[in-house]
């Protein structure tokens, strides 16, 4: 075991004049704005919900001392390592239990004051947090031959939770926020009936200040109001009318199961009034580029000094430099470590570190304020000559895309599911995973860095259509905002290697411009905050894709032989896009077809285990034949997976596409051919 090297004097000193830059808190109300109730119907028809001007969260990027940082509710978004790690500088309280909960069909619950803490909530009816309110009561969720459209898997529009916390005394002298690792698909809090914010996106983390409601040394009540658009304005109707909403994102029904309510963990987190947010960190070429963000809620100045420590296993030594905060300000202290004899982060060799900031008062050693940790990876990445590198090496990737479900949880998963289904991709010899179309709970992505999978990151931007991309990049702001988190949240991770901008959307004629500029504004967003300076695709549902240009890596969707052209049509396809971009690499982001297990057959005949295995077989090997300039493969997909896109009904919902089934998890024939598809650089 490598012992901790203490900080030097001469490491001390020669650092001292490293003190950042700052700038002012955002201003934020008093009172967050509370909704209005003026919830709208569809042609009579089901809930929509209700939006401000430009998207709630205030999201947004300030350029603080060379740092670009990102900011929520009047705040930096903090680092969401608390829900595995606990600082010792830092109280939390887990909201992971057993909550008040009930329907609100008729959207009156605003009307009769059920955010307020006096409200008798005790014949409401109880559910677990996290849970998706869709299991509460769906008898034969799982089953390919339960009836589609009943339980509460199909209830829709608005639903509340309500419980009590205990708050410390303790807690008058800290900044105190409530977290949410996921909430779908948008939630407003109240905490005592004081409206703290609503966010929308089913998937991303957020976490909403609550001191200026706070009354510490009381019992006081959180309501959280949650919505979930219909996907349908009748599910058993045929054909069924569509639900649709311009400002959400999807803004229509799509192919993956949009499960409701509070569907990963809650806390309430207390830290110091001066306290390290985030702690970015970039490692590369034997050197540890850190970016400490640190807010000072207080009223008075904060002068102290930040210990970045870059970790047993690193070989380096912790580095001291000065930090000054102003009162009610944010401020970025920059750190630089060499860090030569650390082992590098590899899928062979997925070595982790972990980083830490630790705030001091007065002097080196002093008392001490606040600490963050972080995990990370040293390597290499880069994107020249229509290749794909890592650490020097030229990549092959050999991808899965996978849902984040399963039929016992829904969408929230057990840390022993995630560990059977990330374990299924890595007993197929897969190297990288694609996180379609929506970010993951954060055990996914440490689960990466320690098991050296590759990933590509969504955002929920999948099927927009032109007028939803004009609405996003001219005045609503959704699909940057969650660009943005996205690129901020998964920032550490080795194992994240590509962002990945939208899926399938439409494209708008005449050179495209309005498809350009959403695409240019959500590129710029993720290379804004991304120190490592990742690589930007798309899976677009073309070969031919107009914005190719923008893209570091070209990314399409292709279903030859399937719903258009035939098999053999890849490799030529392949090669018309080569020609034209010679010197950026391809990615086949998705490629699949269906089988429903246990049907055999001809290979020829669709539907059967024999034609899947067949086809995928083709697919791989025209790709593998063109690995100098094809990065890799990633085929459509893990597990058969459940959908309420108007589809696949006579399968209770579930798409059949999968190497595995849902419900059992059982193989298909093209599962063993997929594991046994080699690396073709090796």
């Known amino acids: 075991m490598t012992q901790r090297i203490p900080p030097s004097r001469r490491t001390v000193v020669t650092a001292l004049g490293a003190a950042g830059a700052v700038v002012a808190l955002p201003a934020w109300p008093e009172e967050a704005r509370a909704a209005d109730g003026a919830a709208t119907a569809a042609a009579d028809g089901p809930v929509l919900d209700t939006h401000p001007a430009t998207e709630p969260s205030g999201t947004h990027v300030r350029d603080v001392g060379g740092t670009n940082v990102v900011f929520q509710y009047g705040a930096v978004l903090p680092a969401f390592d608390g829900w595995r790690t606990h600082e010792p500088t830092r109280e939390y309280l887990s909201l992971d239990k057993r909550w008040r909960f009930r329907f609100d069909p008729g959207n009156k619950g605003l009307v009769e004051g059920w955010q307020s803490p006096r409200l008798d909530d005790t014949a409401w009816g109880g559910i677990d947090v996290p849970s998706a309110w869709d299991l509460l009561d769906t008898p034969g969720f799982a089953s390919e031959t339960a009836e589609f459209g009943k339980g509460t898997a199909f209830a829709d529009g608005y639903a509340w939770y309500r419980t009590t916390v205990d708050v410390p005394g303790s807690w008058r002298a800290r900044h105190v926020r409530i977290a949410f690792l996921a909430a779908g698909y948008s939630a407003e809090v109240w905490l005592d ?65 949009p499960y409701a309510g509070l569907t ?23 050197r540890l580029e850190a970016r400490a963000v640190v807010e000072n809620h207080g009223s008075s100045d904060f002068e102290g000094f930040l210990t970045l420590d870059p970790g047993r296993g690193s070989g380096a030594r912790p580095r001291v430099v000065a930090a000054r905060i102003a009162a009610r300000s944010a401020g970025v202290v920059r750190v630089s470590v060499p860090v030569p004899h650390a082992p590098r982060w590899s899928p062979g060799s997925p070595h982790t570190l972990t980083a830490r900031a630790t705030l001091t008062a007065t002097k080196p050693g002093g008392p001490r304020v606040d600490t ?18 890592l650490n020097g090496r030229p990549l092959f990737l050999k991808g899965l895309n996978w849902h984040e479900e399963t039929g016992a949880h829904g969408r929230a998963m057990t840390p022993a599911e995630y560990d059977r289904e990330l374990g299924h991709i890595s007993a197929v010899g897969a190297n990288f995973i694609r996180n379609c179309v929506y970010n993951r709970h954060p055990y ?53 290697i590509l962002w990945c901008l939208q899926n399938e959307s439409e494209i708008d004629p005449e050179g495209a411009p309005v498809y350009r500029a959403w695409l240019a504004d959500m590129k710029a ?16 549902n073309t070969s031919n894709d107009p914005a ?32 034209k971009y010679p010197d950026k690499p391809i990615l086949i982001t998705e490629n699949g077809t269906w089988a429903v297990a246990g049907t055999h057959g001809p290979d020829t005949t669709q539907g059967t285990e024999e034609w899947q295995a067949a086809s995928f077989t083709a697919h791989w090997k025209q790709v593998a034949e063109r690995s100098e300039f094809v990065a890799g493969f990633t085929y459509w997909v893990l597990k058969d997976y459940k959908q309420r896109a108007g589809y696949n009904q006579d399968h209770n919902g579930i798409s059949v596409m999968g190497l595995l089934t849902f419900a059992d998890e059982r193989p298909k024939l093209v599962h063993e051919s997929f594991r046994k598809a080699a690396d073709p650089r090796a």
């Open 525 to 540: 967003a993720v290379k804004a905050v991304d120190l490592t300076a990742r690589p930007v695709t798309w899976a677009s």
């Open 193 to 257: 009936g004081v409206h703290l914010g609503k966010h929308e996106g089913a998937n991303s983390p957020f976490a909403l200040p609550a001191t200026k409601a706070l009354r510490p040394g009381t019992r006081q009540t959180i309501a959280v109001r949650v919505f979930r658009r219909a996907t349908f304005e009748n599910y058993t109707a045929s054909p069924a009318q569509p639900v649709t909403d311009d400002h959400e994102i999807p803004y229509k029904p799509v192919d993956y199961w």
């Open 264 to 286: 990963r963990s809650v806390r309430i987190e207390a830290v110091p009034r001066v306290t390290v947010a985030k702690l970015l960190v970039s490692a590369a070429k034997g």
């Open 372 to 389: 963050l940790s972080t995990r990370y990876g040293v390597r290499d990445l880069s994107v020249a000559d229509a290749r794909l590198r």
């Open 444 to 496: 996914v992505y440490e689960w990466a860095d320690e098991h050296g999978v590759l990933v590509m990151d969504d955002v929920d931007t999948m099927w927009l259509n032109t007028a939803q991309e004009k609405l996003q990049t001219e005045r609503y702001g959704l699909a940057r905002a969650l660009a943005l988190t996205m690129a901020w949240n998964q920032h550490n991770h080795p194992s994240v």
């Open 548 to 579: 190719f240009d923008i893209a570091d890596v070209i990314g399409f969707n292709e279903y030859f032989g399937y719903f258009y052209g035939k098999d053999a049509d890849l490799g030529p396809t392949l090669d018309a896009v080569h020609a």
